[in-house]
């Protein structure tokens, strides 16, 4: 690790606290002059750092950068070894750059995260909206133990980890749609995209990447126009703030996601992930290549399939596709 990244450490386990230059110098073995250095790098790439005479060095509270360094110190201890973080300022995709990496053979773990997205995309190719410094773009590269028939399992889990996360780090109430979105509000504020590479002679899973994109605070300019009606943020603009929000946020998502991955066939998760179903009970339009059928959802089985009834009274399991909640008619 770079004296840099070490300052960024200490710095942040110290936010919105002075500590010395001579402190920090011997606390990583270098000399002050290479302290010195790291904190004017760090200043040009956006970091809030006061500097005051005969008290040191102070990151602000309201820095909002993320970092490997602001995301691990919230990491459960076991967990720090467990991941392999890395941030970039742009990028086109996560997923693409996790998925480039596991072929050549990165470890599971491996994680890629942006501050902003270029060509970000969610299911069925549609464009994600990933603007600067606003949001959580963030891909796991997994190699889970698992059948092809069960790889289901990690987007339900995913969902579940990131549902309670948002209600826990953010006090909010938050639903899942069915089969990997988040609402907050009845819009959507997060979209998981799972993508996985099969060994086809033994059906089981070679490696999974899970890309998870979250909108956590409003855009400067609001979102785009094709998404401003059905997306929305965690935060909008009058509310405050919440020190390190997004770094928290990153970090009780994996904390949580990685418990029901250790033990993802037990399936702990599925209570949950219908207790917070957006969809039961709902009238839903299930739309196809060139067909457009309503129906209203009974429930959600053991195996996270769709259970509808059809307007013509059949009942039917839905286990892959997509769905609109009715609106009602005027």
Known sequence: MSVKNKTLYVLENNKGDFISGTEIAKNLSVSRNAVWKSIRILQNEGYNILAVKNKGYCLSIDTDILSPQSITKYLNNKNTT?????????ITSTNDLAKELAIKGANEGTIIIAEEQ???????NRKFYSPKGTGIYMSIVLRPKLHASNAFLITIAAAVAVSESIDLVCNKETKIKWVNDIYCDNKK???ILTEASMDFESGMVDYVILGIGINVKEPEKGFADEIKDIATSI???????LENIRSKLISEILNRFWVYYE???NRSFI????KRSLLIGKNIIIHSKNNFEKAIVLE???????KVKMEDGSVRLLSSGEVSIKKCEP
């Not at 467990?82 to 300022?89: E, G, L, Q, R, T």
């Not at 270029?118 to 069925?124: A, L, V, Y």
């Not at 209570?271 to 219908?274: G, I, T």
């Open 263 to 265: 033990n993802i066939e």
């Open 118 to 124: 270029s060509k970000g995309r969610g299911r069925f």
């Open 235 to 241: 935060l909008d603009n009058d509310t405050p703030l």
């Open 271 to 274: 209570d949950s992930y219908k």
């Open 300 to 306: 959600i089985d053991d195996d996270c399939k769709l």
């Open 189 to 191: 504020v997060c979209g």
């Open 82 to 90: 467990n991941f392999n973080i890395s941030v970039y300022k742009t």
